[in-house]
């Protein structure tokens, strides 16, 4: 499949997130989702973050194996939530569950740095020679237990977490910034609600169910620490 082949099915994904946002606004709470996400769906090579043996499958609106019983979420997901998180060109973000790379790229086209945490060393490993080769110098990725964030860079402009725990992580809520936004699954495995979390200038949280979602679980607080890949 050449380059050309791909470049028509990014296009036609983009195209069907635009005709199903339209089915969902009132979910996502607008009509449309900003065009500086759908540029950067548009650009960045979704079938360079997946196994070979499914880039054929690479631009359906479907989740897809990457391996160790994970997925990447399908294209629609991975745009919605972007787009939650209202991404400003100098803002710092804190991902929780890098995967292959795949979110961690569309974010590094719309902010000003992504920090990344991912629990499984593989796919750290194989999500870093991604990134660096399709050139993305502003992510920066660690392997240890999302639960606890990436103190050392706090406070965050942004949270994004791919992974579902019960509750939103009391750390995650630590290391946002006053005025800071995170996007979140939480709950249990059959009934996860996609949460938008905002913090105000007091450090309160509101949330805001958004659509039900299904993730793999975030791993909590008693899992190994933070090692450095």
Same mark, same amino acid.
């Given at each position: 499949?050449?380059? =050309?082949?791909?470049? @028509?099915?990014?296009?036609?994904?983009?195209?069907?997130?635009?005709?199903?946002?339209?089915?969902?606004?009132? /979910? +996502?709470? $607008?009509?449309? #989702?900003?065009?500086?996400?759908?540029?950067? %769906?548009a650009k960045v090579p979704r079938h360079e973050f997946v196994p070979v043996e499914v880039?054929?499958?690479?631009?359906?609106?479907?989740? #897809?194996?990457?391996?160790? &019983? $994970?997925?990447?979420?399908?294209?629609?997901?991975?745009?919605?939530?972007?787009?939650?998180?209202?991404?400003?060109?100098?803002?710092?973000?804190?991902?929780?569950?890098?995967?292959?790379?795949?979110?961690?790229?569309?974010?590094?086209?719309? +902010?000003?740095?992504?920090?990344? =945490? /991912?629990i499984i060393d593989e796919l750290a490993q194989r999500a870093m020679q991604r990134l $660096?080769?399709?050139?993305?110098?502003?992510?920066?990725?660690?392997?240890?237990?999302?639960?606890?964030?990436?103190? /050392?860079?706090?406070?965050? &402009?942004? +949270? %994004?977490?791919?992974?579902?725990? @019960? #509750?939103?992580?009391?750390?995650?809520?630590?290391?946002? $910034?006053?005025?800071?936004? %995170? +996007?979140?699954?939480?709950?249990?495995? @059959?009934?996860?609600?996609?949460?938008?979390? /905002?913090? &105000?200038?007091?450090?309160?949280?509101?949330?805001?169910?958004?659509?039900?979602?299904?993730?793999?679980? #975030?791993? @909590?607080?008693?899992?190994?620490?933070?090692?450095?890949?």
């Amino acid at each position: 499949m050449s380059a =050309v082949y791909f470049e @028509d099915q990014r296009r036609e994904m983009v195209a069907a997130i635009r005709a199903i946002t339209e089915d969902v606004s009132a /979910e +996502v709470g $607008k009509p449309a #989702l900003d065009e500086r996400v759908l540029r950067a %769906m548009a650009k960045v090579p979704r079938h360079e973050f997946v196994p070979v043996e499914v880039q054929p499958y690479a631009y359906l609106n479907r989740p #897809l194996p990457i391996g160790f &019983d $994970k997925t990447i979420s399908q294209p629609l997901i991975v745009a919605v939530m972007t787009d939650l998180l209202e991404p400003k060109p100098d803002d710092v973000v804190l991902e929780i569950g890098t995967g292959l790379g795949y979110q961690s790229a569309v974010l590094a086209e719309v +902010v000003g740095r992504v920090y990344s =945490v /991912e629990i499984i060393d593989e796919l750290a490993q194989r999500a870093m020679q991604r990134l $660096k080769q399709q050139g993305y110098t502003n992510v920066e990725v660690r392997v240890g237990n999302g639960y606890s964030g990436w103190p /050392e860079h706090a406070p965050f &402009d942004k +949270v %994004m977490v791919t992974a579902a725990p @019960d #509750l939103i992580p009391p750390p995650l809520i630590n290391q946002l $910034k006053a005025g800071g936004r %995170m +996007v979140i699954p939480v709950g249990l495995p @059959d009934a996860q609600q996609l949460l938008l979390a /905002e913090k &105000d200038s007091n450090g309160r949280i509101a949330t805001k169910e958004m659509m039900p979602v299904r993730f793999s679980l #975030l791993e @909590d607080a008693d899992q190994p620490s933070f090692r450095m890949s």
